[in-house]
């Protein structure tokens, strides 16, 4: 069984940064496939960015392609999402999800198989 917990939420002003932490916990393998995701109020969950198993590989959404960067450290068991040009539109819970080994669903909520419990990012204008 393999936890993850999320940190790093918080309140920001439009244009700040944040950096949101997952660690995970009980994963024996360093081969995965890790995924951020959020929901905001009234809204459905949506893809925010996926970091391939071989951890080569990195996806983003378009509304925050060129502004989040999502890595990883294997040695800390923990992937990080860093959030620039914060807008208010990215208030949301963002969530950290994984799936052992490959995932060509990466941005399919579905596809993976371990969630965080979430963490609150709130950016005001």
């Known amino acids: 069984q393999v936890q993850l917990v999320e940190s790093g939420g918080g309140l920001v002003q439009a244009g700040g940064s944040l950096r949101l932490s997952c660690a995970a916990s009980?994963?024996?393998?360093?081969?995965?496939?890790m995924g951020w995701f959020r929901q905001a109020p009234g809204k459905e969950r949506e893809f925010v960015a996926a970091l391939s198993w071989s951890g080569r590989n990195t996806y983003y959404a378009d509304s925050v392609k060129g502004r989040f960067t999502i890595s990883r450290d294997n040695a800390k068991n923990t992937v990080y999402l860093q959030m620039n040009s914060l807008k208010p539109e990215d208030t949301a819970v963002y969530y950290c999800a994984t799936k052992p080994g490959y995932n060509s669903n990466y941005y399919r909520g579905f596809s993976y198989d371990y969630w965080g419990q979430g963490t609150q990012v709130t950016v005001s204008s």
């Open positions: 009980g994963r024996t393998s360093t081969s995965y496939t």
